[in-house]
């Protein structure tokens, strides 16, 4: 079909082409579903193999799609290594010595470029590996739109901009989501991923030693793993009640200011926020749905679609 002016059908060829256009370019739950039919069950068999082995994998594939999403959108700029042309994503200050789970990516991807050669994108990979982390920890699962395609680029300088820090004040965190399209009541949603995974002292030791705000019984048991100084390296776990479980636990944490991070306590430190994370704490089945929700919303960021980008044939560069 000719989308040109060129017979008395033209408004209505030009309308059609139009609307086709604009079809193409949405993301579609059924993209993969005749050009690589088992795409969704080789990512599904590579997330569960890899928080089997390692439950915290879940929470780190989570945290990719997420570091991802919030830079330039969902396009898997953050999986690219540095190149003449461009820094990547990966020594961001949220990235650096913390990010992980590449590898993850990358076994799938290869078996992906075995049985369905240059067709699943590295974006989309992200997307549904984070939708099944969740639920091999025992999260609500969603349907992962898909059709994203792959950055050609990454930003150091969005990466450190855009990614919201643990140190930041609830009035921040909640421009940091809002800038990215979220209300303050789908932060905290969001915030609840941090029911799973673990922190590094560095990302909490402030809050530790110079804030009131957190149980002293909890404190005590983080500082023989977090000295004033030096360990900056170990972990402990966000959810100190099911640290490898995806729950409402850490709702019920921030109630009684066990809250890792000065980010966390943050969500309840008497401020507009603190009737909603009442309402997960007392609710899990809100708590999973406006999560599950706020995934979908948050994997609808800026994607590269129809023509633009590529799908990389290894995530970590461009083709």
């Known amino acids: 079909?000719?989308?040109?002016?060129?017979?008395?059908?033209?408004?209505?060829?030009?309308?059609?082409?139009?609307?086709?256009?604009?079809?193409?370019?949405?993301?579609?739950?059924?993209?993969?579903?005749?050009?690589?039919?088992?795409?969704?069950?080789?990512?599904?068999?590579?997330?569960?193999?890899?928080?089997?082995?390692?439950?915290?994998?879940?929470?780190?594939?989570?945290?990719?799609?997420?570091?991802?999403?919030?830079?330039?959108?969902?396009?898997?700029?953050?999986?690219?290594?540095?190149?003449?042309?461009?820094?990547?994503?990966?020594?961001?200050?949220?990235?650096d010595n913390s990010i992980r789970g590449y590898e993850v990516i990358d076994t799938i991807k290869s078996q992906l470029e075995?049985?369905?050669?240059?067709?699943?994108?590295?974006?989309?990979?992200l997307a549904v590996a984070a939708r099944d982390s969740i639920v091999a920890l025992g999260g609500p699962s969603w349907r992962v739109l898909l059709g994203r395609r792959d950055s050609t680029t990454a930003s150091l300088s969005a990466a450190n901009s855009d990614i919201p820090a643990?140190?930041?004040?609830?009035?921040?965190?909640?421009?940091?989501?809002s800038n990215k399209g979220f209300t303050a009541k789908e932060m905290v949603a969001l915030s609840g991923s941090h029911t799973i995974g673990q922190a590094r002292c560095t990302t909490f030791q402030t809050r530790l030693y110079n804030e009131s705000d957190i149980n002293s019984t909890f404190a005590t048991s983080l500082k023989e793993n977090c000295p004033s100084s030096g360990g900056d390296n170990n972990l402990s776990p966000l959810d100190t009640t099911s640290p490898t479980y995806f729950d409402n636990a850490y709702f019920k944490n921030l109630q009684t200011q066990k809250g890792l991070?000065?980010?966390?306590?943050?969500?309840?430190?008497?401020?507009?926020?603190?009737?909603?994370?009442?309402?997960?704490?007392?609710?899990?089945?809100?708590?999973?749905?406006?999560?599950?929700?706020?995934?979908?919303k948050m994997g609808n960021l800026s994607p590269l679609t129809g023509s633009s980008g590529q799908i990389r044939k290894n995530c970590r560069k461009l083709n």
């Open 1 to 95: 079909m000719a989308c040109e002016n060129s017979s008395p059908r033209s408004a209505f060829l030009l309308l059609l082409c139009f609307l086709l256009g604009t079809a193409s370019a949405r993301l579609s739950s059924t993209f993969y579903f005749t050009s690589c039919p088992s795409a969704l069950h080789t990512i599904k068999s590579g997330v569960n193999s890899a928080v089997s082995s390692e439950a915290r994998m879940g929470a780190s594939l989570l945290r990719l799609h997420f570091h991802d999403c919030f830079v330039n959108g969902c396009d898997a700029s953050i999986l690219l290594d540095d190149t003449t042309n461009f820094t990547g994503e990966k020594t961001a200050g949220a990235n």
């Open 114 to 125: 075995s049985s369905c050669p240059g067709v699943v994108s590295c974006a989309d990979i």
């Open 166 to 177: 643990p140190t930041l004040s609830l009035s921040d965190l909640i421009t940091a989501f």
């Open 261 to 296: 991070l000065h980010s966390d306590q943050q969500l309840f430190s008497g401020g507009s926020t603190d009737a909603q994370v009442n309402t997960y704490s007392s609710n899990s089945a809100t708590f999973m749905t406006d999560f599950a929700n706020a995934m979908v």
